[in-house]
């Protein structure tokens, strides 16, 4: 090899090492120009975040049993979502912080960053324009309080002009009732109070209502009847955690195969029926039908 062939073979060399680092030096002003965008994309995502801060933000919601309940003595919370949320933060290894709400501010909250979930919301097609939802937590069935000495099991069973059903006005109670008991003698009072008053007088036989409502307002006054659940058509309004909008859903998706899991293992309804006994509703009193 001639002298000017390894100059030829050194210059080679030194061209591809210029053309290495060129590259090099490429990548590495792409990636501090990327570094930016992504650090704010992490930054806007909520697994991300709650993961880097170590805290999730739920709304809870004072008084609305079996979901949530505030003991006033000690300030600590206690109820069905309290038992979701203490098993995700868990699952995250994250602590919890507190926003009091509403179910209408929850989807407030959620959409001014203020918490990062929010339990016990019916997935309606308004509230999907703006935020996003998990899978189903359990379908909350509608039925029937029915006084002592009568037997129902499907809506054609209470459809009688004999049958005297009280609701409360403009409520899903009363659309549900007129729609599947129109035949049925239907009074629609002011308030929820006023309708338990008319079934603990005597005056109506039956009080449609979601299972919630029907088994809690019997724990209270037993003398109030029984709650079935009522079949053919079996009738249910979707309860679901929602969450902020956001182009990755890496948070919605985690929580709904949490959601999943924990249906399928039996966790959910024992969840549910611990927060049912927080008002006095005894896990044998919590119909078998209900799918959760």
Do not use: C
């Amino acid at each position: 090899m001639t002298t000017s062939d390894e100059q030829k073979i050194s210059e080679d060399r030194r061209e591809a090492l210029r053309y290495a680092l060129a590259i090099g030096s490429g990548a590495a002003l792409a990636s501090a120009m990327a570094s930016p965008a992504s650090a704010q994309a992490a930054a806007d995502n909520t697994l991300d975040r709650v993961r880097a801060s170590k805290v999730l933000r739920i709304a809870v919601l004072p008084g609305e049993l079996p979901y949530f309940n505030k003991d006033l003595a000690t300030g600590n919370w206690s109820g069905f979502s309290i038992e979701m949320a203490n098993d995700i933060a868990k699952l995250l290894d994250v602590k919890l912080e507190y926003t009091e709400s509403t179910y209408g501010n929850s989807v407030l909250d959620l959409q001014a960053n203020k918490i990062d979930l929010g339990f016990a919301l019916n997935p309606t097609p308004q509230r999907a324009l703006v935020v996003d939802f998990t899978n189903t937590v359990f379908p909350h069935p509608f039925g029937a309080m029915l006084k002592k000495g009568l037997e129902a099991k499907t809506w054609a069973d209470i459809n009688k002009p004999e049958v005297r059903i009280a609701v409360d006005v403009g409520s899903a109670n009363e659309a549900v009732a007129r729609r599947f008991a129109p035949n049925a003698t239907i009074k629609s009072l002011k308030s929820r109070d006023e309708v338990m008053l008319e079934m603990a007088s005597g005056r109506v036989d039956v009080v449609v209502n979601a299972l919630v409502l029907g088994l809690t307002a019997i724990a209270k006054n037993p003398n109030l009847g029984t709650y079935k659940i009522l079949q053919s058509p079996s009738v249910s309004v979707a309860s679901a955690m929602a969450v902020r909008r956001e182009s990755d859903k890496r948070w919605r998706d985690f929580l709904s195969v949490w959601v999943d899991y924990n249906r399928g293992i039996g966790q959910m309804r024992e969840w549910f029926v611990k927060g049912l006994s927080l008002s006095d509703v005894k896990p044998e009193d919590v119909p078998v039908e209900l799918s959760i």
